[in-house]
């Protein structure tokens, strides 16, 4: 599981300037997949965040099936555990979803992008939103804006920020640790005392290891590939 604390990141507007959204969402998609190509994910979002172009072009051009249902309300695209299996990642953002269903799927092996600061009521709403499920796994979203914005300098040596020097934001929720104990949960990235990323890591460090080395050949194969 990955947590992110805000929406902009993988938004048109963080694919500008210094940040490297792309690389990102490509490591977290080999980290999810084992692959750098082939992967099935699933945005269940209407927000920017994770439905705008950059994204969405930067996934299918690695070779991976992207898959964004129109948001509609009542929601009407399933949002139950046969169907989630069906898929190597499901992306979330601001609009909810059913916890004990993400708990379920997570529980059978699935991997899960959650980012927070979406505005979508207050922060204390965001928080309450996402934390049924995100406790169970050690981890839970501040009730607080952050207020932490600009491209902001990543230091990490976990495999989804391979490559990753600088990610966008524009305020969010803090990504908080709540078993200290647990070695599969951690926080990965602060900046300015804000906690901006964190893991929920389950596999294995060797495996952890490899998929860095996937999601970097595949990289550079969809670097080339485009060049040409």
């Not at 048109?12 to 210094?18: C, I, L, Q």
């Not at 490591?27 to 099935?40: E, P, R």
């Amino acid at each position: 599981m990955v947590l992110a604390n805000d929406e902009w990141t993988l938004s048109n507007r963080g694919f500008s300037g210094v940040n490297d959204p792309g690389q990102f969402a490509l490591n977290v998609a080999a980290w999810f997949h084992g692959s750098a190509t082939g992967g099935k994910f699933l945005v269940y979002s209407s927000v920017f965040g994770l439905t705008e172009s950059s994204l969405r072009d930067t996934m299918t051009g690695a070779g991976h099936t992207w898959t964004v249902p129109v948001w509609t309300v009542p929601m009407t695209f399933p949002f139950d555990l046969p169907t989630l299996l069906e898929y190597d990642g499901v992306f979330l953002a601001g609009n909810a979803a059913d916890n004990q269903v993400l708990i379920d799927y997570v529980n059978h092996g699935g991997n899960v992008y959650l980012a927070g600061g979406t505005g979508l009521g207050s922060q204390n709403a965001e928080a309450l939103r996402w934390n049924t499920f995100l406790n169970t796994f050690g981890l839970a979203f501040s009730t607080f804006d952050n207020a932490d914005v600009g491209s902001i300098p990543i230091n990490s040596t976990h495999p989804i920020f391979a490559n990753v020097d600088h990610l966008y934001q524009n305020n969010g929720n803090d990504t908080l640790v709540i078993s200290t104990n647990d070695p599969r949960t951690q926080v990965l990235v602060y900046d300015a005392g804000c906690a901006l990323y964190a893991v929920y890591d389950s596999v294995p460090e060797p495996a952890t290891l490899s998929l860095l080395v996937i999601s970097l050949v595949g990289f550079i194969d969809m670097r080339r590939r485009r060049a040409g």
